[in-house]
């Protein structure tokens, strides 16, 4: 009797040490797909960073120059301006000060990442932290260049077009890369396009501030994201 318990304890060990032995074989396996996953979700981010920090700097040196055309519009307003005064740099730093960009990225990475529930198989925590404050702030700039856009399309172009017979881009008025040119026909309502430029200022100043700073956060995210993924740095 004994000996049939005793394998009959046996048995059922080998069998519990069996099922054990698949099951830890089953989670490895499904722990290596999860970690297999996420790297193929990273890398696709970090394609994703690389066109990011295009975009970026394109969109921080367009305000830039939108900065530098309010400012330009601003001053000639103050020096009390006749027909005569109306020439293609006045022209070039209107059309300057009317610029508007959109900030365009993929965010499907990022958003598969998140709703997999396994952002625990990233080994940098200070990664995770940079990739949540990012896409935040980035909501945050996309709404900012939105108001910009409207404001653009309601209220400077509708106001402008009584002045000017053509609003295209010509490729020798070097602007900025494509943004068009404003031809004036005659002198604005000097007044209300002060109001606009010093209006437009403020929030270009406040963009091209966050674009600064989202550039640098594009870098530091991309240099974690080499780490991680084990690129060459």
């Not at 032995?21 to 696709?44: A, M, P, Y």
């Not at 975009?55 to 367009?62: C, E, G, H, L, R």
């Not at 209006?199 to 501030?209: A, D, G, I, L, V």
Request: aromatic share 10%.
């Amino acid at each position: 009797m004994k000996n049939i318990l005793a394998r009959g304890g046996i048995e059922f060990l080998a069998v519990l040490i069996g099922l054990s032995g698949s099951l830890w074989v089953d989670n490895s396996i499904k722990e290596n797909e999860h970690k297999e996953q996420n790297r193929k979700i990273l890398t696709r981010l970090y394609e994703n960073m690389v066109s990011d920090s295009t975009d970026s700097v394109w969109n921080k040196n367009a305000y830039e120059r939108a900065i530098r055309g309010s400012e330009n519009v601003i001053k000639w307003c103050d020096s009390n301006p006749n027909v005569s005064m109306i020439n293609d740099s006045i022209e070039k730093d209107i059309s300057a000060m009317m610029i508007g960009v959109i900030f365009i990225n993929n965010e499907e990475e990022y958003n598969a990442l998140k709703n997999s529930g396994r952002m625990d198989l990233i080994d940098n925590e200070e990664l995770i932290i940079k990739l949540h404050k990012y896409y935040t702030t980035l909501g945050f700039i996309k709404q900012i260049d939105a108001l910009q856009v409207d404001y653009l399309f309601d209220k400077t172009i509708p106001f402008l077009q009584d002045y000017a017979n053509a609003y295209h881009y010509d490729k020798d008025s070097k602007i900025y890369k494509t943004i068009p040119k404003i031809n004036l026909i005659k002198l604005p309502n000097i007044q209300k396009l002060r109001f606009n430029a010093s209006s437009k200022m403020y929030w270009q100043k406040y963009s091209y501030s966050m674009y600064t700073r989202l550039v640098k956060r594009v870098e530091e995210i991309r240099h974690l994201l080499r780490v991680e993924l084990e690129l060459e740095l």
